[in-house]
């Protein structure tokens, strides 16, 4: 999409979201559970979009916990009161926004008898979608974050310091420095974003405090970790933060030969699978499917993505059972399942303090 079409596209869909606004009295913002910068940025912007607009006032919420530390320490910066789904009476609303998710995606806790009324996304457009009154999926953008920049620039509003530090964050590591699907509309906000952010916080965000149980999952992570030809695998069995696979799944990635990576954990009677890959031929979020298949569900992106199976009433065995046929699917679906598992590092504890 050109520059002019992208403009002439939002401005057309911010008539039509003033039309929705019209004579509301609350707004509630659903978030992806456990959610990312993007996601948190992009609901930020919205409330903003939307309290200028129509003088709405508006509730984030989602599922699951804010478990990296750089989100949290994001989320403190902004001040966010984000609140939990489960303390939410969403017969409350009268209007429901969802951001950088989509409703029946399995990583949301909007509850099956409500339906966004909203949703703003650069997830693939799911069928379910379709029938939502107001919806602007950019399958092509990097992130959420870029889609809202656009509204509130054609709106006209002014982006504070901190909302653009926000919306500068998320569209940095949703894109890796857009170094990960970025389209031009991302590198054209992140111009835009930096004269405006406070990059001195950006910094202390992104290098925030992680507690001691970072370190000792992140060496499980690795000791965890077999290569099997150009594939890794890594598991970390029970997790407190959700968002530690994905840590993984990213790091793994970068070593020499490694093209795909996959960690799976367990969080809230849930395993939890995040895929990556660096090459182009298959898609992270096709694989993804294929895996949860039947058991769960998942979604994501070309080169990301991510799966949840609940696992109800299963034994612990019965639970490694399951992983080893997820790990044994993930290999066959990238092509590697013929290789024998080499150990990625082997640790020896023998430096002692
Ligand atoms: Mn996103």
């Not at 057309?12 to 910068?37: E, F, S, T, Y």
């Not at 959700?242 to 395993?271: H, S």
Request: glycine share 6%.
């Amino acid at each position: 999409m050109s520059k002019k079409n992208a403009e002439d596209k939002t401005s057309g869909k911010l008539d039509k979201l003033k039309q929705l606004l019209h004579r509301k009295a609350a707004m509630l913002i659903v978030l992806q559970d456990n959610p990312d910068p993007d996601s948190i940025a992009a609901a930020v912007a919205l409330r903003k979009l939307v309290n200028t607009l129509a003088k709405i006032p508006c509730t984030i919420t989602h599922g699951g916990t804010v478990g990296r530390g750089e989100n949290r320490a994001l989320v403190r910066y902004l001040s966010l009161n984000l609140r939990p789904c489960s303390e939410i009476d969403f017969a409350k609303f009268d209007l429901i926004a969802m951001v950088d998710t989509q409703p029946g995606t399995g990583n949301n806790s909007l509850p099956e008898d409500y339906q966004p009324d909203i949703v703003i996304d650069h997830h693939p457009l799911r069928k379910t979608t379709r029938i939502i009154p107001f919806t602007d999926i950019r399958q092509k953008y990097g992130a959420t974050a870029t889609i809202l920049l656009e509204y509130l620039t054609s709106a006209e509003i002014g982006i504070d310091v901190r909302l653009a530090t926000a919306l500068l964050y998320a569209i940095r590591s949703d894109t890796q420095d857009l170094g990960r699907e970025a389209c031009k509309a991302d590198i054209e906000a992140i111009g835009t974003l930096f004269p405006l952010a406070n990059c001195r916080m950006l910094s202390i965000i992104q290098r925030g405090a992680v507690p001691k149980t970072y370190f000792r999952m992140l060496a499980e992570g690795l000791n965890n970790a077999y290569c099997h030809g150009h594939a890794m695998i890594s598991r970390l069995g029970e997790i407190d933060n959700p968002d530690m696979i994905a840590e993984v799944a990213d790091l793994l990635l970068r070593e020499d030969n490694t093209v795909w990576t996959m960690c799976t954990g367990i969080y809230e009677n849930k395993l939890l699978i995040s895929l990556r890959t660096n090459q182009e031929t298959r898609k992270a979020s096709d694989v993804i499917r294929k895996l949860v298949a039947r058991r769960g569900t998942g979604g994501g992106h070309d080169t990301y993505s991510g799966g949840q199976i609940p696992l109800g009433k299963r034994s612990r065995t019965r639970q490694a059972k399951l992983i080893e046929a997820i790990q044994d699917k993930f290999l066959k679906a990238v092509g590697m399942a013929s290789h024998t598992p080499e150990r990625l590092v082997t640790i020896k504890y023998s430096t002692q303090p």
